[in-house]
C-alpha cells in the first residue's frame, strides 16, 4: 500500500511547490556528532539533468527549468531494538550535489550562504523487505525513488529514510510494529549517524531538522519529535514536524476494531500489529489471540517475504486472484471469539496499546497534522483527538483536513481505499510547508 501512496506524488498539481531556496541560516555546526555511525555505501548518483527530467515526468513540476542532483548513500549504523540490545540497523541518506557555480549564485542573491536543512521521512508500512528505502530507491518510480525527486531534486532538502528495524541491514530482527521506544529511538539514530556522515564530509547542513512520515510513518513521526524535544532537544534544532494519517491514538484505534461487527479493512495490518505486541510483550500470549492454527507459520508472514495482500490470503481471506482480502471479513476470522469477548479498556492488550500512544504530550515545535477526511483505515478522528489534545497545552499546531473530491480516482484493484490514495496530497503539503518555514514564511 505505501508504494501505491508515494507512486500518486506524480498526480501532484505544479501549484504545489514552488521553491526559492534552501536555508534560512548559515551552516552553523548546531547538530549532532553520531558515534553510532558504523559506515557509508554510495548507492545512487543522479544529475541535476536526470533529475530534471524526473521532476516534469513524474508531474511534480512540470514547467520545472532547474533541479538538484543528489547522491544516495546506504548509511549503517547502531540503535537498540525493544530490548535493549544492540542492533546495526540502515538506511538511506539523500544528500543534494551543489556546483560551486550555485553557491555563489545563491550568496549573491541571498546575501548568505547556502545551507541544506534536514528532512526525517518515516515510511508507511510495509510488508516485504524489498520495499525498505536501501533496496529500492535507485528503482525509477518506486516509492523511495520519487520522495527523493520531491524533497531533494525539487525541494533542495537532505533527506535521512531508515529502512526500521526488521528490514534492509536489520532484516533477521522483527519489526515492532506500532511500537513508540524503537519506532523513536530508530529513527532519532538514523539522524544521529546520518549528521555524522555530513558533518565528516563537508556537506553544508546547516543544523535544521523536519520531520515527515505518512500512515505507519506518521506515528513514527510523532514518536520521534516526542522523544527528540524530551531527550535530544540540545542535539536536533527540530523546525517542524508534519504526521501524515498515523495512528496516534492506538488504543482507542485496537478497541474500535477488536470489538467491531463491521468487515476488517485490510487485515495485514491488523495482523502485523497483533505479532508485533505478542512479540514485545511476554504478557501477550499469541496462541490465546490469534484466530489461526499455527502459530509458528503465522509467525513467519511478517518476515519481510510476503506482500500484505499475500498475507491476507494466507491468513484465509482472499483467494489473490478476485479478491484480495480487503473488506471481507469480519475481526473473529483474525481473532479468537474469546479474545475478543473479554477485550476490555484495563486488559492485558488494550493496556500494552495505551502505552504506545503518541498524541498526549506537549509540543513545543511546530506541527501539522496532515490527514485525509474520509480516511477508513486510519480515520480522521486520530488527527483530532491529537490536535485537540495539543490545543490544551497551547501548543503551536494546525491540522490540515484533506478532501476526498480533491484527490485523483483510484484505479488500482489492490489498493481500493483512500488512505492509500491521500498519500500524494499529503506529501505535497508537508513539503510545502516546510519550505514556508524554511524560508521565514511562516513564523
Known amino acids: 500500500m505505501f508504494k501505491k501512496i508515494i507512486l500518486d506524488i506524480i498526480k501532484i498539481s505544479t501549484a504545489v511547490l514552488i521553491f526559492t531556496g534552501c536555508g534560512d541560516i548559515s551552516n552553523t555546526g548546531e547538530n549532532t ?94 510488508f516485504e523487505n524489498k520495499e525498505a528505502p536501501t533496496n529500492e530507491i535507485n528503482t525509477t518510480a518506486s516509492s523511495s525513488h520519487v520522495l527523493a525527486v520531491l524533497m531533494t531534486a525539487k525541494a533542495g532538502f537532505a533527506v535521512a529514510m531508515p529502512d526500521y528495524l ?127 492454527p499455527d502459530i509458528s507459520t503465522y509467525r513467519t508472514f511478517f518476515d519481510g517475504n510476503l506482500s500484505g495482500p499475500a498475507i491476507n490470503v494466507s491468513l484465509g481471506m482472499g483467494d489473490g486472484n478476485t479478491t484480495f482480502g480487503f473488506q471481507s471479513h469480519t475481526p473473529d476470522a483474525l481473532w479468537k471469539q474469546t479474545f475478543i469477548d473479554s477485550y476490555t479498556d484495563d486488559g492485558k492488550f488494550a493496556t500494552r496499546l495505551s502505552q504506545n500512544n503518541v498524541y498526549d504530550w506537549s509540543p513545543k515545535t511546530k506541527i501539522n497534522l496532515i490527514h485525509c477526511i474520509d480516511d477508513e483505515i486510519i480515520p480522521i478522528s486520530m488527527a483530532q483527538t491529537a490536535y485537540d489534545k495539543f490545543v490544551e497545552y497551547k501548543a503551536d499546531v494546525n491540522i490540515t483536513k484533506i478532501p476526498t473530491a480533491t484527490l485523483s480516482q483510484q484505479v488500482d484493484p489492490g489498493h481500493p481505499f483512500v488512505h492509500a490514495n491521500c498519500g500524494s496530497t499529503a506529501y505535497g503539503v508537508a513539503v510545502t510547508w516546510f519550505d514556508d518555514i524554511r524560508q521565514g514564511r511562516i513564523k
Open 33 to 126: 556528532v553520531g558515534n553510532n555511525f558504523v559506515k557509508a555505501l554510495e548507492i545512487d548518483d543522479k544529475d541535476a539533468a536526470t533529475n530534471l527530467g524526473f521532476v516534469r515526468a513524474f508531474g511534480i513540476d512540470a514547467n520545472a527549468t532547474t533541479a538538484f542532483g543528489y547522491k544516495v548513500y546506504k548509511i549503517n549504523y547502531k540503535t537498540k531494538d525493544e530490548f535493549d540490545a544492540e542492533v546495526e540497523a540502515s538506511g538511506a541518506l539523500v544528500v543534494p550535489t551543489i556546483t560551486q557555480a550555485f553557491l555563489d549564485a545563491y550568496k549573491q542573491a541571498y546575501k548568505k550562504d547556502f545551507s541544506i536543512s534536514l528532512i526525517a521521512e518515516n515510511h508507511g508500512t510495509i
Open 166 to 292: 526488521g528490514y534492509g541491514a536489520s532484516n533477521d530482527n522483527y519489526h515492532p510494529y506500532i511500537l513508540k521506544k524503537s519506532s523513536a529511538k530508530v529513527s532519532i539514530d538514523m539522524l544521529r549517524a546520518s549528521t555524522k556522515f555530513m558533518i565528516d564530509n563537508g556537506i553544508l547542513f546547516n543544523g535544521q531538522v523536519y520531520i515527515s512520515g505518512y500512515s505507519e510513518g506518521g506515528y513514527v513521526a510523532m514518536a520521534m519529535a516526542q522523544e527528540i524535544e524530551k531527550n535530544y532537544s540540545s542535539d536536533f534544532k527540530l523546525k517542524g514536524v508534519a504526521p501524515m494519517a498515523g495512528p496516534y491514538d492506538v488504543s482507542s484505534l485496537g478497541k474500535k476494531e477488536i470489538k467491531s461487527t463491521s468487515n476488517m479493512q485490510y487485515p495485514a495490518f491488523l495482523a502485523y500489529l497483533t505479532n508485533s505486541y505478542t512479540k514485545t510483550y511476554d504478557d501477550l500470549d499469541l496462541s490465546e489471540t490469534i484466530n489461526y
